[in-house]
């Protein structure tokens, strides 16, 4: 079983940057496909960015430019580095695993979430 825990949520003004951070109980993510996700009030979860175990990464065009994902397999961490903020990021944003490592097959993993809000 994997844990991911989810740290770094805040309420920002737009333009701000966060930087969200996911704890993984095993070094077994260094292998996995992992990613953020987020869901926004009334609207349906939706993939923000995804790392591979081959270092592939992907992201939602909303955040191309502006998010950027990373892993340290040492520390057994997952990062998501937000810049350029904007009230349409507004959102409870997870960490997930899919527990092997391409991204496909659905997520196996999720974390319990935090919290980004951003003010115009």
């Known amino acids: 079983q994997v844990q991911l825990m989810e740290s770094g949520g805040d309420s920002v003004q737009a333009g701000g940057s966060l930087r969200l951070s996911c704890a993984v109980s095993?070094?077994?993510?260094?292998?996995?496909?992992m990613g953020w996700f987020r869901q926004a009030p009334g609207k349906e979860r939706e993939e923000v960015a995804v790392i591979d175990g081959d270092g592939v990464i992907n992201y939602a065009d909303s955040v191309k430019g502006r998010f950027t994902i990373s892993k340290d397999n040492t520390k057994n961490n997952l990062y998501l580095q937000m810049n350029k903020l904007q009230p349409g990021d507004t959102a409870m944003y997870y960490c997930?695993?899919?527990?092997?490592?391409?991204?496909?097959?659905?997520?196996?993993?999720w974390g319990q979430g935090t919290q980004v809000t951003v003010s115009s």
């Open positions: 095993t070094n077994a993510g260094a292998n996995y496909c």
């Open positions: 997930a695993a899919t527990g092997q490592r391409l991204c496909v097959g659905g997520i196996k993993y």
